[in-house]
């Protein structure tokens, strides 16, 4: 069973880095895409970015890219989220997705729980 | 950036009678490959959201065959016939043949 496990979320200031964590269960993390999307508490959803397989490439939202910062560790079956200079509008849930497979082009065919982001002074 | 309009905002709907949610883009979804990139997703009260439907009309596994996707283009919709209890929630629409993708603002089915 696919399993992601988000951590790392929690209350910030303004201006401060934070660090999520994903850990995943119940596949070969390395051979699978990975993304990160965001729910603000209005609900409104945000792609942020993704990683593929081997961490060789990333692609990010233009609005996020100068900021946040996508990077896996395959040997631990982990996917990260450096946040910098959190802003209140990055006050969200934060989840870790899978793509589905090579053959099912679906971005976010699996989801983790979410981490929750406040960003507050 | 392609900005996904979905209607309704919110749904009410009697068990059993069929759902339809709209989802218009800005931008024709075809990719050049001739693939269009444009998937469903559920999120149920205190959930994650869940894909339902991905490549327009394709069910994800384990989705009941009452999820039906259909549209072209720019337009696109989802019927859930016989609604039933489980289906209430939050239904977001989402694209990703153009960069930065993208996500509709969602549509509040609710059970009468």
């Known amino acids: 069973e696919v399993q992601l496990v988000e951590s790392g979320g929690g209350l910030v200031k303004p201006g401060a880095s934070l660090k999520l964590s994903c850990v995943a269960s119940?596949?070969?993390?390395?051979?699978?895409?990975m993304s990160w999307v965001r729910q603000t508490p209005g609900k409104t959803m945000e792609w942020i970015g993704d990683?593929?397989?081997?961490?060789?490439?990333?692609n990010y939202a233009p609005s996020l890219k100068n900021r946040f910062t996508i990077s896996r560790d395959n040997a631990k079956s982990t996917l990260y989220l450096q946040m910098s200079n959190v802003r209140s509008e990055d006050t969200a849930t934060y989840y870790c997705t899978r793509v589905a497979s090579i053959t099912i082009a679906a971005i976010f065919a699996y989801w983790g729980q979410g981490t929750l982001v406040t960003v507050s002074s | 950036d392609v900005v996904l309009t979905q209607t309704p905002v919110s749904l009410s709907v009697t068990l059993g009678d069929q759902a339809s949610i709209s989802c218009r883009s800005s931008q024709s979804l075809e990719y050049s490959d001739g693939y269009t990139y444009l998937e469903w997703y559920l999120q149920k009260p205190g959930q994650s959201p869940q894909l339902l439907i991905y490549g327009v009309s394709n069910r994800f596994s384990g989705v009941p065959d009452r999820f039906i996707g259909s549209g072209s283009g720019t337009d696109f919709t989802l019927k859930i016939s016989r609604v039933e209890p489980e289906d209430l929630g939050v239904y977001y629409c989402?694209?990703?043949?153009?960069?930065?993708?993208?996500f509709g603002s969602g549509t509040k089915l609710e059970i009468k």
């Open positions: 989402f694209q990703a043949t153009h960069d930065p993708l993208t």
């Open positions: 990683i593929k397989y081997d961490g060789s490439y990333t």
């Open positions: 119940g596949f070969t993390f390395s051979d699978y895409w």
